[in-house]
């Protein structure tokens, strides 16, 4: 059974960094495979804001906030991050992490097939 745990969230105040992480049970990083982290606010629909790909080793960077905030993983570790930069009131949102075990071109939540269930981001201006 695959598990994703979200942690890191919290208050950051704007123009600096937080740095999210997922810890991914159960899930098997093969040649192939997707992750990426989606937000939502309330009022809002869900976005995909980062997602990283990779395909018998090269790297492959989709999702709206690319350039700014950026995905990564640790397969030894089953660990996945979000590294968020310059950050803004409107990035204050709830922030998931998603996985797939395939290749998708698209930073889209539904194509992800496991998902956690968030950490709470709140930048103040």
């Known amino acids: 059974e695959v598990q994703l745990v979200e942690s890191g969230g919290g208050l950051v105040q704007a123009g600096g960094s937080l740095r999210l992480s997922c810890a991914a049970s159960?899930?098997?990083?093969?040649?192939?495979?997707?992750v990426g982290w989606f937000r939502q606010a309330p009022g809002k629909e869900r976005e995909g804001v980062s997602c990283?790909?990779?395909?018998?080793?090269?790297?492959f960077y989709t999702g709206l906030m690319k350039g700014r905030f950026t995905t990564s993983s640790d397969i030894h570790k089953n660990m996945i991050y979000l590294q968020m930069n310059s950050v803004e009131p409107d990035d204050t949102a709830v922030y998931s992490c998603?996985?797939?075990?395939?290749?998708?071109?698209?930073?889209?939540?539904?194509?992800?097939?496991?998902w956690g269930e968030g950490t709470l981001v709140t930048v103040s201006s």
């Open positions: 998603g996985v797939n075990p395939t290749l998708v071109t698209d930073c889209n939540y539904h194509d992800m097939n496991y």
């Open positions: 159960g899930f098997t990083f093969g040649d192939d495979y997707t």
């Open positions: 990283f790909s990779e395909r018998h080793g090269a790297p």
